[in-house]
């Protein structure tokens, strides 16, 4: 039986995630709605919106109080991204990958010098934080990542590249796990600290993407790279088992965006569904306009609870491989089933930028590509349930 302070502890769960979810709602209206064309054509990374978000105590959610964040756990993390994702995905992404994936690894693997050092402004949105696993050969492959960092007297000399990294032009902070042993060797990487504007770290060209264009995706390069061993983040070797813990928990921020994608798409074709009218009644009267509805309210619906129930998981500390890799396969799946009928319920409309559903349509792609692409999600998810 439950007691009744985590009754209570529940109840006040639920009103932290209803203040998030108003302030957020209330935030996008005025400072993230009006401008979603403009940063989408042009391509635009609106770094003040993430400094607002700091502010609001939205970009150190899971940073604890002592390093000046929200102390809070992923229930209300994923309530804030799905929020964010409603009304502009790529504001979603470059908040997820700030919070769960450079801002996360520290504080889960950093000394204490290091999470005193970066957390605090992290936390506050004064840093903005990118995460580089992702080579150009080696994609999923990343055991067999190319990057090296090779001992120099008290330091590391890091050569190679990135590629499809999330804030990497703009970040002030990126972790970078690299190369330190044999290729393929699973404790053969090793994560590295480093600041924007360290020597032989530059920043390449931004890529034009299909959808997600206001969240910022760029080639980090090193050129001889040297590095302070004071910069290495936790034990040599452990990079990739570190960047596997660390997945875990991004899966669900990818979850969480694809469910906030999908209802952005969801609520857009049911408002024009109830407004377009066809041979004198709305079109939401058809049953096929009506089924297709129906089945995206429930693959939704479906998503949401695989999400939340990965994130109770991983709040009570417990293992989360497979909850997280099932979230984000469905939910991820979702969202491009649900922005492709958004599409086809807006028709002729659907296909021009002056209505919301062709944005949600090419956002929503990314999500099954991202942080582990579906099919690797399959590999996960077989691996961990055949397991003896």
Request: glycine share 10%.
């Amino acid at each position: 039986m439950e007691t009744r302070d985590s009754e209570l502890t529940h109840a006040q769960r639920e009103e932290t995630c209803k203040l998030i979810q108003e302030t957020v709602r209330d935030f996008a209206a005025t400072q993230i709605r009006p401008n979603i064309r403009v940063w989408d054509e042009q391509q635009f990374f609106p770094r003040e919106i993430f400094n607002q978000l700091g502010d609001l105590g939205l970009m150190g959610m899971l940073v604890p109080e002592e390093y000046g964040g929200s102390a809070l756990g992923y229930k209300e993390y994923v309530t804030a991204i799905i929020a964010l994702s409603k009304v502009d995905p790529s504001v979603g992404l470059s908040m997820a990958a700030h919070n769960s994936l450079c801002t996360n690894h520290i504080c889960m693997f950093g000394n204490e010098t290091q999470k005193q050092t970066y957390l605090p402004k992290l936390a506050t949105g004064e840093f903005v934080g990118a995460w580089g696993l992702t080579e150009p050969n080696t994609g999923s492959d990343a055991g067999n990542m190319r990057t090296t960092a090779v001992r120099s007297g008290d330091g590391w000399i890091i050569n190679g590249s990135k590629n499809f990294i999330t804030n990497g032009k703009t970040g002030d902070v990126t972790v970078l796990i690299t190369r330190t042993g044999e290729p393929g060797d699973k404790h053969g990487a090793t994560a590295f600290i480093i600041e924007k504007g360290t020597k032989g770290f530059t920043a390449g060209r931004k890529e034009d993407k299909l959808g997600m264009r206001a969240s910022e995706t760029v080639e980090l390069i090193f050129e001889d790279c040297h590095i302070p061993d004071s910069q290495r983040l936790g034990e040599i070797g452990d990079g990739f088992i570190q960047s596997l813990k660390v997945l875990d928990g991004g899966r669900i921020s990818i979850a969480a965006l694809s469910i906030g994608t999908a209802l952005g798409a969801y609520e857009a074709a049911l408002a024009y569904s109830k407004e377009r009218k066809q041979f004198g009644k709305s079109i939401s009267d058809f049953q096929a306009i009506a089924f297709k509805l129906a089945d995206m309210y429930t693959d939704i619906q479906a998503s949401t609870l695989l999400t939340f129930h990965a994130g109770d998981l991983k709040d009570a500390g417990q293992k989360v491989t497979l909850p997280s890799a099932v979230a984000k396969y469905h939910a991820s799946e979702t969202a491009v089933r649900v922005a492709n009928e958004a599409v086809q319920i807006f028709g002729g409309y659907g296909y021009v930028k002056d209505y919301p559903a062709e944005k949600f349509y090419r956002d929503s792609k990314l999500c099954t590509i991202g942080e582990g692409t579906s099919e690797i999600q399959k590999m996960v998810i077989s691996k961990e349930i055949l397991k003896d």
